[in-house]
């Protein structure tokens, strides 16, 4: 109990030298693309069962927003760090959390007799809870394979070489995720011959569509780089998905920030 008390004690500041400091550097361009992110991925979880026939390939319009995610992700962890990318990940998983509740309880309320439109509230926000639960576990996983090598990478070539590790990286992600979120979204809302389908060609538009956002990423992670003035190298940062804390990993004096 003493310990959940200290929780909500505030610290005692003598001067404004005793303020916690993270890091030298600043975060002028992050909220931007954690609002981004956090828009286009719940964006990608209300339109999955909006399926697009493009000639004889049918997707789920989710599909579309998706690959931005995993840019925006390659470009977090690539300025920022890995902890930082690590962070974004679980405040979408908390913020989701939220969002689906919220609505599954909404469209549950009382509704007058004459209420014509409960039954597209139902199909669309209804079918949340399932949503989630697939996308975050594919989240979870996939993302995490994807900033894991995106740090990983960065090390291994020497900050060289960001369009082939980004190339890499999301390839990687993206293939994790599909395999895990889209059996658990659409087995028993689809046949199963339409899930595979899905899948199969999902994973293939994603990996194609990772050329045409290549070069947008890679210039905006060149600029967040210049305007954030930091180029950092996650070196011994730990790669444990359930650590929290960025401070215990940020300030560490062997992570390299380059002004």
């Known amino acids: 109990m003493k310990r959940l008390f200290e929780l909500f004690k505030f610290p005692k500041i003598d001067s404004i030298e005793a303020l916690p400091h993270v890091g030298n550097f600043s975060y002028n361009y992050l909220i931007g693309i954690v609002m981004m992110y956090m828009a286009l991925s719940i964006l990608s979880g209300l339109t999955v069962f909006k399926l697009v026939l493009i000639g004889s390939i049918l997707l789920p319009a989710g599909i579309f927003t998706t690959p931005i995610t995993y840019c925006l992700s390659n470009v977090t962890t690539e300025v920022y760090g890995y902890p930082v990318g690590r962070n974004l990940m679980w405040w979408f998983v908390f913020s989701s959390t939220i969002f689906t509740v919220l609505s599954f309880l909404l469209i549950h309320l009382p509704s007058p007799a004459d209420f014509k439109f409960q039954s597209s509230y139902d199909l669309i926000l209804g079918s949340m809870p399932r949503i989630f639960i697939a996308g ?39 293939i994790v995720y599909n395999l895990i979120a889209y059996p658990i979204m659409m087995f028993g809302k689809l046949s199963f011959h339409d899930v595979t389908h899905i899948i199969f060609f999902a994973t293939i538009f994603k990996i194609g569509t990772t050329g045409i956002f290549l070069l947008p990423e890679c210039l905006l992670a060149h600029y967040l780089k210049i305007k954030e003035g930091i180029n950092i190298f996650d070196y011994n940062v730990k790669y444990n998905i359930f650590r929290f804390k960025i401070s215990n990993e940020m300030n560490k004096p062997n992570l390299v920030v380059v002004k």
């Not at 996939?142 to 190339?167: A, C, D, E, P, Q």
Request: proline content about 0%.
């Open 136 to 174: 975050i576990t594919g989240t979870i996983i996939g993302i995490n394979t994807n900033n894991y090598l995106v740090s990983k990478l960065k090390i291994t070539m020497g900050g060289k070489h960001y369009w082939l590790r980004s190339i890499i990286s999301t390839c990687g992600g993206e």
